[in-house]
């Protein structure tokens, strides 16, 4: 591998991580990116488990859509396994779906019938949070060697940092709207019943608690109708 090469397509990736305008743009720019960086690469996808659920975001192919689903449903595999690891260990790595592997025996022999030959996984994680797994697929047996390991991890502790601002801004910004949502909602009730602003945000919470209907969504109607729903 070429680390010079290497190290400036990294420092372009981090800038443009740092750029994209939504949740979803971040991952989907992790994942081709590690098709792109990662030799041996030929589909990404990240991995988020929710108990026995599995969610597959950003895949760059129906490939990985495909092997987690198999995993969900089989209840065994890397990638399931990886996201929910206590052990320390942060990437795992299958060299070779033809060979016997005997971790996930009902897993590893339907895999290669989907067309995998090898992966690796890391998990993405902060020091405050683990986020998932960033896994990666060849579709040929040994693809990924070494370099390719230092490369994923490299890319995955970028990748996490980038994620978790990501996530954190989008959720800054939806408790922005939410605020204003609500306000506007308050002062459309207060000018056209007369109400005290608390009398305003007690009919928009009881409103909300009887239909169970999140308080955001109450204040919308209110702004979109221009009084009470």
Not at 59 to 77: A, H, W
Not at 91 to 107: G, H, L
Not at 141 to 156: I, M, N, Q
Not at 205 to 219: D, G
Request: proline content about 3%; glycine content about 8%; hydrophobic content about 45%.
């Amino acid at each position: 591998m070429n680390w010079d090469r290497f190290a400036q397509q990294m420092a372009a990736m981090a800038r443009d991580l740092l750029a994209q305008e939504s949740v979803d743009d971040t991952l989907n720019r992790i994942t081709h990116s590690a098709v792109e960086l990662v030799e041996g690469c030929d589909a990404a996808g990240i991995l988020m488990l929710h108990g026995t659920k599995v969610e597959t975001l950003a895949p760059t192919e129906k490939l990985v859509d495909d092997s987690d689903r198999l995993q969900e449903r089989l209840g065994e595999g890397p990638c399931f396994e990886a996201a929910r690891r206590t052990d320390g260990e942060r990437v795992f790595r299958i060299a070779d779906f033809t060979e016997e592997q005997p971790s996930w025996p009902a897993y590893a022999p339907q895999a290669r019938t989907l067309g995998l030959g090898s992966m690796m996984g890391f998990l993405l994680f902060t020091e405050d949070e683990e986020l998932g797994a960033l896994n990666v697929y060849s579709r040929k047996p040994g693809a990924f060697t070494e370099a390719s390991e230092l490369a994923g991890w490299l890319l995955a502790s970028h990748a996490a940092v980038a994620f978790s601002s990501a996530r954190e801004h989008a959720q800054m910004e939806q408790a922005v709207a939410t605020r204003h949502a609500i306000g506007e909602a308050m002062g459309i009730l207060m000018g056209a019943h007369r109400l005290t602003e608390e009398q305003a945000f007690d009919a928009l919470r009881l409103f909300s608690q009887k239909n169970n209907i999140k308080l955001r969504e109450v204040a919308q109607r209110v702004c979109e109708r221009g009084g009470m729903v």
